[in-house]
């Protein structure tokens, strides 16, 4: 270790004390974290977002503790929307059962943004698995992550800066003096569009952080090599660069740690584990950046918005146009906002406070009642609300449940799923081989790590019908209650970093478990399976407990299209498979789904 420049010298200790001591002197000192005395509507020198912390030196530590003392998870009645069907309104049922304002945080705000939205770190344990049923030990993981925070696509950092230079008059306007200096090139370039942005970094080093925590027995038991642990990603960087980020806080100290290297001393070798990650190019890649290897889904499902955007363009009229009528006339600085501008706020609001903690720039633009006296009785979180239905519309029938032919792109994961799970449950045989392990095909990986989009999560989500669950689909004229209680949510479970994984759980050995005197249950069971979306215990449909059998499991894949019954190739390709013959839908296999809308 080195230290002050000294290689060798002794690391010093820092108290809980000190660290606190720090972190209150930050709070009390700090203009951009101290409680202002103005009212909550003073633009000029407050956040109705109470808790807004700009990106400075030191925000991300005092983030932690800000967010951690003033997160709260989003309650159904946050979720709810005004509907043109419906009699009761978002506010109203909010207010039912909140006091009047407490929903108005920044907290709240950073659960509605859809999939620009950032993750929540806040409200994730640390702790070692304390929860393993009797009789059973750990022997496999799987996780399934999105790439950390972004950087906007090129394509929108271009719109971002003309959107910037056509609303820069609106900067001599009250709390928006900001508009004068700020940058779309300087904070969003495009030479940087789509990579991952250091608080990407961030985000999947502090999941693999608490994996280590959360794993660490597993672990001990099962150190890392190339044949063990199977890390693959998606051939965008961002993903890959995930990939990395997660190992470096997995596998933190445990390379270093091997007492076998000490006599070689610690200089000469890696500060973090190495890892072997592989990607497929995109056309080829089948589990992860799956769109692309799927020419049906591109012509059919993509390719005919008419169809899939039907029902986002059906809601639109219910609010978008008000919505940019009330900025336009809150700023009063001669420029018309159009329903495209409101739209590209509401992105960069997500960016500006996924990347830079910052609430108090494009946020704001869509609060125009704290604006204008003639707006004062608009409550402005209804826009937040309205605009993250707006984007689940879309993505409910370009990714999701909505058109049963999402369901295909995800029975490749889920095919490699079960086969990884049947080499460490069950009999071998039957199960593809590894093509890079001719020589011992029949070895399993303990820990399989994938790291891709936000859609790879939707498409495997509608393969496992997690957010379908009661049949109801998402549509533009259903009412606030309905709003409140749709599944189909990408604020909840795709924000930036979003994951799932699957745990697998192994019987002790039958001879141990009688000696023991465990339940017979143990000792029948074949296995246990137990999923988790974003580090939490969710049920999977078609199991009894959260902690499903391994029979029960398996059925569960092959029925939503695993093992066998995925066809992918003849469901996407549709064509005669020779090189240079167009797929035609006609072609289709009989047993592929729909793709066509459910409505």
């Known amino acids: 270790m080195t230290t002050n420049g000294q290689t060798g010298a002794k690391p010093r200790t820092i108290r809980p004390w000190v660290v606190l001591s720090v972190v209150v002197a930050l709070l009390v000192c700090s203009p951009s974290v101290v409680a202002s005395d103005a009212s909550e509507y003073d633009i000029a020198n407050d956040s109705l977002f109470s808790g807004s912390i700009p990106h400075t030196k030191h925000a991300s530590v005092v983030l932690e503790l800000h967010v951690a003392s003033s ?12 509907s043109p069907s419906s009699k009761t309104t978002i506010l109203e049922l909010a207010d039912q059962t909140h006091h009047k304002g407490s929903s108005y945080s920044y907290a709240w705000l950073r659960t509605h943004l859809g999939t620009k939205g950032p993750y929540p770190h806040e409200d994730k344990p640390i702790r070692r698995l304390n929860d393993v049923p009797e009789g059973y030990d ?35 306007v009250r709390g928006f003096e900001w508009l004068k200096d700020w940058s779309a090139s300087t904070k969003y370039p495009v030479e940087r569009g789509n990579l991952l942005a250091a608080r990407g970094d961030s985000d999947l080093y502090q999941i693999g952080y608490r994996f280590r925590t959360r794993y660490s027995t597993f672990l001990d038991k099962y150190p890392y090599d190339a044949n063990t642990f199977n890390f693959k990603a998606s051939a965008k960087p961002r993903c890959t660069q995930s990939g990395n980020a997660f190992s470096f806080g997995f596998f933190e100290g445990r390379y ?9 001393g610690p200089s000469k070798w890696p500060l973090v584990q190495p890892v072997s990650m592989s990607t497929l190019p995109s056309g080829l890649d089948k589990e992860i950046a799956v769109k692309y290897a799927c020419p049906r889904w591109q012509e059919q ?16 009229p219910t609010f978008l146009p008000q919505l940019a009528a009330q900025v336009t006339q809150a700023l009063n600085a001669g420029v018309n906002v159009t329903t495209s501008d409101i739209s590209n706020i509401y992105q960069l609001c997500g960016f500006e406070i996924s990347i830079y903690d910052e609430d108090q720039t494009w946020c704001r633009l869509l609060r125009p009642s704290m604006l204008s006296p003639s707006l004062k009785k608009v409550d402005d979180r209804e826009h937040f609300l309205n605009l ?35 080499l460490v449950l069950e009999d071998k045989t039957g199960v593809q081989k590894r093509a890079d392990d001719d020589d011992d095909p029949e070895l399993p990986h303990h820990g399989v790590f994938k790291f891709g989009h936000s859609e790879t999560i939707m498409f ?60 017979s249950s143990a000792v029948e069971s074949k296995g246990l399976v137990r999923m988790l979306v974003n580090e939490r215990p969710f049920q999977i449909p078609g199991c009894d407990t959260m902690f499903c059998e391994w029979a029960t499991f398996k059925a569960v894949l092959e029925k939503a299209g695993a093992g066998k019954n995925c066809d992918f190739d003849g469901c996407c390709a549709n064509g005669s498979g020779e090189c240079g013959v167009k797929p035609t839908l006609e072609e289709a296999p009989a047993t592929c789904l729909s793709v066509d809308p459910i409505v």
């Open 301 to 316: 499902v993509d390719g005919r918005p008419e169809l899939t955007l039907r029902q986002k363009s059906l809601f639109e």
């Open 256 to 264: 270093t740690n091997d007492p076998k290297m000490d006599h070689h």
């Open 138 to 172: 750990l022997v496999q993981v799987h996780l399934l992550n999105r790439h950390g925070t972004r950087y906007p696509s090129s394509k929108k950092s271009k719109a971002f800066k003309i959107l910037t230079d056509k609303l820069r008059k609106a900067a001599s």
């Open 460 to 519: 495997v989500s509608s393969f496992l019908g997690l957010y379908h669950q009661q049949g109801i689909p998402l549509t533009a004229n259903m009412t606030a209650e309905q709003f409140a209680r749709r599944e189909f949510r990408a604020s909840n479970f795709a924000p930036f970093a979003s994951n799932m994984v699957f745990e697998v759980y192994q019987p002790k050995r039958r001879s141990t478990l009688k000696r023991r005197g465990t339940s």
């Open 71 to 82: 997160f709260k998870a989003p309650s159904q009645e946050h979720q709810l929307a005004q």
């Open 388 to 422: 993250e239905i707006l984007d689940d519309l879309d993505d409910f029938y370009t990714h999701g449940p909505g058109v049963p032919f999402n369901r295909h792109l995800g029975c490749v994961f889920g095919t490699t799923l079960l086969d990884a799970m049947k």
